[in-house]
């Protein structure tokens, strides 16, 4: 199979399910990514090279191509070593929204914990093990609901987008959504915003909708997801409730009184 795949993923694929290999001096994969990792943590994905990889390892740029053909498979690399499915993610739900606003808290750890991710290059559709790995969990979450297959992979790949776009913004936000920065953007728009030309816009200023509430605690005030995301579900819900409506209608026809 690893013959068929694009570059860098046949190895990926080929160590899939395997322990992981013990650490040891010398190149390796893992050692790869794990430098590759700890780059990107420190300075983003900028600061990733083929030659600042071989650097912190402590081998020739040159060394590092005879396990790695380019940069790009080294992204590869890096995605799935800091994406594995935790293993709570296969344990019941008491419902199919539990279960995937607990998958989307995990991928929003995931990607809060290693923000270069939302700048990786979309190459194609989700094809590492662990991407697959968090895909399969997202529709396991979905089992029972009645919506037909397309429609669960129409509802995993929404909520995955928007928790990726909703984690780029965080990420790029930074400090401009903390409460000091808040503050400082709403006493700006009120020295912009007057009632005559922008009135809903000064309704929704007086009312405090572009602050954070007093209730919210300190560690609590930065970009958050879960609005966005619960109008999603909200949609969902929708859409799986009409699938309900449609098989008690056609319970109701086969089964006349």
């Given at each position: ?9 046949g190895a990926l694929w080929a160590r899939y399910g395997e322990a992981a290999p013990e650490p040891r001096q010398g190149l390796s994969l893992p050692a ?221 026809a086969d089964h006349p009184r």
């Amino acid at each position: 199979m690893s013959d068929t795949l694009p570059p860098g993923l046949g190895a990926l694929w080929a160590r899939y399910g395997e322990a992981a290999p013990e650490p040891r001096q010398g190149l390796s994969l893992p050692a790869i990514a794990r430098a590759a990792v700890e780059l990107a943590d420190a300075g983003g994905l900028e600061a990733v090279s083929m030659a600042r990889v071989a650097e912190r390892l402590g081998y020739t740029t040159m060394s590092l191509y005879r396990h790695v053909k380019s940069k790009q498979e080294v992204l590869l690399l890096m995605l799935d070593a800091v994406a594995p499915v935790p293993p709570e993610l296969g344990e019941p739900c008491p419902d199919w929204r539990a279960g995937l606003e607990r998958w989307c808290r995990a991928q929003w750890e995931m990607l809060r914990a290693h923000t270069w991710i939302v700048h990786l290059p979309t190459s194609g559709p989700p094809i590492t093990p662990s991407q697959l790995e968090w895909t399969d969990r997202g529709l396991a979450a979905l089992r029972g609901t009645g919506l037909s297959e397309s429609d669960k992979v129409g509802v995993i790949l929404l909520v995955a987008s928007y928790m990726l776009n909703a984690a780029r913004m965080s990420a790029e936000l930074g400090q401009a959504a903390s409460d000091e920065s808040i503050t400082a953007y709403t006493s700006l728009l009120g020295d912009l915003v007057d009632e005559r030309r922008f009135p809903a816009l000064r309704t929704a200023l007086d009312a405090g909708a572009f602050g954070y509430p007093e209730e919210t605690a300190e560690e609590e005030r930065r970009f958050d997801y879960s609005f966005g995301l619960a109008r999603i579900l909200d949609g969902v819900a929708v859409l799986i409730d009409g699938y309900s409506d449609h098989d008690d209608g056609r319970a109701a026809a086969d089964h006349p009184r």
